[in-house]
């Protein structure tokens, strides 16, 4: 197995946390654990709790809680992960084999397409359609229709999506399940941004719309806990099970403090609380961004859930030879097209507070006008 560089996750990895801006983000700016908490008891209960190893598909309770999200679910279909990643990466292990072929919605988040070429598969991308008319990123169902075939083991989606923030409706996602059925393949569906809708309406989950779905998900995104690097994996107790074993052979078990912590956040009424104030955060931000986009000429469609808008640019320069310079002589970070497979696009993540937002999108007009006639970025004046 050889993997390929995952761009976007190395881009973010080396220079997050380095540049004075960042809006490569996907998620709202996150919570404390004294945030989280909320008393000087539970606060202690957290100090006391022992650093044990913990259950090591998660605990009951914590495993209890998440199963209540997805109706007919037990404790017995969810398998807890270190962060979604680790639960994309042990499903895509487990079902992806050589020869096989995966079908894979695009634009996405690529881990799992460089997890499925790393594993022998042969990815078939399926194109999502920038429907304009209907001011939404669709679903081309005659496309995936027209993809699939008796070796295709497995059908990925993330829903709500990244990097667009569009939402598959239930019409599309009974129609997905309807093509995987006909030739016997998996879905694997990422949800990680599930909660985080503009319109407080909680999207569709492929759950129970057929026998071979596996959803993944976390508390990185909707919930804005991404320090606990909690995630989980649901599906038909058989195959979770095996999932559990491929665990035992990356990070074994969730941390203790953060299987504690994931608890507190899963709590019927708190988890309500963690969702109410994402939303609130991107309905509060989205109006400042789209104002300023309309301002700078650039297209795009309005998301519908996630801390992400995905927009096209008017310039004639390549996305990360922009997004380089961008950084470099502005110490702003956000993602380019290119890591998406898609030139002449960013994703701009629009979840931090209004002063921070502004301040970083300043200075990205200031390097758009820096843009020559040639459309190529003018070196910076001495």
Known sequence: MKLEQFAMERMQS??????????????????????????????????????????????????????????????????????????????????????????????????????????????????????????RWRVDLDQLNALMSPRTKLVIICNPNNPTGARLTAEELDAIARAADRVGAWILSDEIYRGAELDGVETRSMWGRGERVIVTAGLSKAYGLPGLRVGWIVGPPPTVASFWSYHDYTTIAPGALSDRLARVAMAPARRAALLERTRGILRANLPMLEDWLGAHGFQWLRPEAGAICYVRYPHPVNSTELVTRLREEKSVLVVPGDHFGMDRYLRLGFGEPLAYMTTGLTRLHELLESLGASGRVAAPTA
């Open 14 to 135: 080396t220079y997050e946390n380095l540049v004075e801006y960042n809006l490569s983000e996907s998620g709202v700016r996150p919570l404390s654990a004294r945030e989280l908490l909320g008393d000087q008891p539970a606060i202690d209960a957290l100090l006391d709790q022992p650093l044990v190893y913990t259950q090591s598909n998660g605990t009951v309770e914590l495993r209890a809680l998440i199963a209540a999200l997805y109706p007919g679910a037990t404790a017995e279909h969810v398998e807890v992960t270190n962060g979604g990643s680790e639960a994309n990466y042990i499903a895509t292990w487990r079902l992806v084999e050589p020869g096989d072929e995966v079908v894979m919605l695009l634009p996405c988040y690529m881990q799992t397409w460089g997890l499925a070429r790393a594993f022998g598969g042969t990815v078939r991308e399926w194109h999502m359609v920038e429907d304009t008319a209907a001011g």
